[in-house]
């Protein structure tokens, strides 16, 4: 799920034709977030008894998400960029659905909850914060691929994937990102495409600190 490091910041440099007021700008952008959230828990819950093969894991859960983050990163037009992020949220709720269902509907509102709260929480830090955020990009993106470096680790090595200290930096990592991002949309040329843009990387952002948090609610239950 860690795919955000695919993700090319450069691409919120671009200026276009489609430019749109500030308002209409974040109202197009929560308005996204929104939508590929709910589309991902609604494909998710329909998917929750499911039985998947490596194969379908494989293509709906890596596959189809970044060739979708490709397009999206790849166009300068709107609508390219919003098939690219459904083809990132949708296929996720296909995948996600077997994997939350392990866990019961307590830790899963639990853990929903404190996602919505610190992304309004560290949204707002974003938005408010600027000098800081600006100085974090670097560090931030090297974190995220010592993270990924780490999960691989964890996939090959037997016994590490209970390390629930990494879950812990993961959400502090993912939480951090939510404010960049906010930050950074407050700092991009306000058109369409950046718009949709930056709301696949909040909705990577929050997926992916739902996931930590999730676990590291379960884990606080052995």
């Excluded at 960029?81 to 994997?99: A, D, E, K």
């Excluded at 509102?109 to 709260?117: D, K, N």
């Excluded at 470096?149 to 930096?169: C, H, N, T």
Aim: net charge neutral; aromatic share 12%; hydrophobic share 55%.
């Amino acid at each position: 799920m860690k795919m955000k490091a695919l993700v090319n910041t450069g691409v919120f440099s671009r200026t276009g034709s489609d430019t749109m007021s500030t308002r209409a700008f974040f109202f197009v952008m929560a308005a996204c977030v929104v939508y590929g959230l709910g589309g991902t828990a609604f494909l998710a819950n329909a998917s929750a008894g499911m039985q998947m093969n490596w194969g379908i894991l494989l293509i709906a859960g890596l596959v189809v998400p970044i060739i979708g983050i490709i397009i999206a990163v790849k166009s300068d037009n709107p609508m390219f960029s919003f098939i690219g992020y459904n083809m990132v949220c949708l296929p996720f709720g296909l995948v996600l659905g077997p994997v939350v269902n392990q866990y019961s509907p307590d830790l899963i509102f639990r853990a929903a909850l404190t996602t919505m709260e610190v992304t309004v929480v560290m949204g707002a830090t974003g938005v408010l914060f600027p000098k800081f955020y600006s100085k974090i990009g670097g560090a931030l993106f090297m974190a995220l691929l010592g993270l990924l470096v780490v999960r691989a680790v964890q996939l090959f090595i037997p016994g590490s994937e209970g390390m629930g200290w990494v879950d812990w930096i993961a959400a502090g990592i993912f939480s951090l990102y939510i404010g960049y991002d906010m930050y950074r949309a407050t700092m991009v040329p306000k058109t369409l495409d950046n718009a949709v843009d930056i709301a696949l990387d909040l909705y990577l952002d929050i997926i992916n600190l739902f996931l930590n948090l999730l676990k590291i609610y379960a884990d606080s239950q052995k």
